[in-house]
């Protein structure tokens, strides 16, 4: 199983980016998917994430209202469209899987993991 990541840059703030993660996995609409980030000497926190269960979309609370995960089953990726970037947006940002997860916001709940994009958004 791979996720492949990408999209990441350097960014001014009030840009925008968008993330792709593509994943190799089999049955892909039965897998939960999620971004998670993470800055330097912080734990890596949840960003959003889309259950398998029924499509629903969860945030975390710094990312509502700007930023959106979003879906192609046909080819196999996930989006993270990212508006009205902020410098405290800057981190390693990942992209996960993973099955029959209750709590998506813990990232101990995900099975597989990419291997990471940089966002950088300056002042």
């Known amino acids: 199983v791979q996720l492949q990541a990408s999209g990441g840059g350097l960014v001014q703030a009030g840009g925008s980016l968008r993330l792709s993660c593509t994943a190799s996995?089999?049955?892909?609409?039965?897998?939960?998917m999620a971004w998670f980030r993470q800055a330097p000497g912080k734990d890596r926190e949840f960003v959003a994430g889309?259950?398998?269960?029924?499509?629903?979309?969860a945030y975390g609370d710094s990312v509502k209202g700007r930023f959106t995960m979003s879906t192609d089953s046909a080819k196999n990726t996930v989006y993270l469209q990212m508006n009205s970037l902020k410098p405290e947006d800057t981190a390693v940002y990942y992209c996960?899987?993973?099955?029959?997860?209750?709590?998506?916001?813990?990232?101990?709940?995900?099975?597989?993991w990419g291997q990471g994009t940089q966002v950088t958004v300056s002042s």
């Open positions: 996960a899987a993973g099955e029959f997860i209750t709590a998506p916001t813990l990232k101990n709940e995900y099975d597989y």
């Open positions: 889309i259950n398998y269960r029924g499509g629903s979309t």
């Open positions: 996995l089999p049955n892909f609409n039965m897998w939960s």
